[in-house]
């Protein structure tokens, strides 16, 4: 029977992980690597919301007014669409939730959820930038004039500073690349995910991983992390 498949599924087998960060914490290169390495979906909500519209599902068609308003999205329509997707096939060992919970009320609102079903958040892996460094990884995008091609102070520096390689036209700064916009944006943000990040710390799922060093570093600290967990396997490279 299908409910026995499932309450089996909820049961505590699944091992569910929360990745925290800010934008620039490198929280995206360390999804793909977790997903490869401990054989679980990366599920990120912006993800679920584009392809729940694209399928147009109800739930998606739901989503979809809420998002033509200029409304967000109401928690319970996100946290529907996350408990749809652990239920996927790909999911029955877990997850990697990427983007959701953002403040305190949604995690107490993702944890009642779980919890209804047997289940629960086992991990809070956090990956901790200061403010500074986010800001100066985010704003050294620049772009052409005349053509919006793209650069990267560090990343991708044109041949000749401040000149397009491949029309010549200056290079600006967007608005929102400058550092001053970014580091108001990121303030923001920083304290909604302080929120999410004690909210975890008091139910004793908290981890933080400092986010200053090589990535490869990080990596093993996460897996290392996760590997404590009951059922959690990680797949040798
Ligand atoms: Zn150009």
Redesign the pocket.
Known sequence: MGSTRQSRRFAGEMTVIVLLGAPGAGKGTQAAILTDRLGIPHVATGDLFRAAVRDGSAIGLEARRHMERGHLVPDEITIGMLLARLEAPDAIDGAILDGFPRNRPQAEALDAALADRGSQVDRALHIQVPLDELVRRLSGRWI??????VYHEESNPPRVSGV??????PLIQRDDDRPETIRVRLTGQLDSLAQVVDHYRETGVLRDIDGLRPIDAITHELLADVAELPGAGVQPW
Request: glycine share 16%.
């Open positions: 052409c004039r005349d053509a919006g091609h397009c390689d491949l029309d010549g036209s």
